[in-house]
């Protein structure tokens, strides 16, 4: 598979809310920062807190753009439950077949919330 066919083979599992699938493009080792919160997420925690975040609805994720340059995919979507609603901006690296870091910047930084902290380790934030 491509660059491009395997990040848009993470975004369709995501789509589906297949937090397994989804985890599963993840390479081991792989760990995916969200710098808007200060927090990152092993591959081993990344399901469970995909299925712990609160949602009014199942989550769907309209992709506007994925741009790849060698093993680096830009992803540009929105993701909404139906209630909420955020612009993203996520980089993924690959290798192989699996996906070994993701970035994913949110629209605003924010306090991460308590009910994760068992899942993540924190970063810095961005200002």
Not at 75 to 100: N, W
Not at 113 to 125: Q, S
């Amino acid at each position: 598979m491509t660059t491009g066919e395997i990040v848009e083979s993470f975004w369709a599992a995501m789509t589906a809310n297949d937090w397994e699938r989804a985890a599963a493009h993840l390479a081991d080792g792989a760990v995916v920062d969200w710098p808007c919160s200060g927090e990152r997420i092993a591959r081993r925690n990344f399901a469970e807190i995909q299925a712990r975040y609160p949602a009014a609805g199942k989550w769907r994720f309209d992709l506007h753009r994925l741009v790849v340059d060698g093993e680096v995919a830009v992803t540009e979507l929105t993701v909404t439950d139906g209630e909420q609603s955020a612009r993203a901006i996520v980089f993924s690296e690959v290798a192989g077949d699996r996906i070994i870091r993701q970035v994913e910047y949110w629209p605003e930084a924010y306090e991460p919330p308590a009910w994760r902290a068992d899942l993540v380790e924190p970063i810095e934030p961005v200002p």
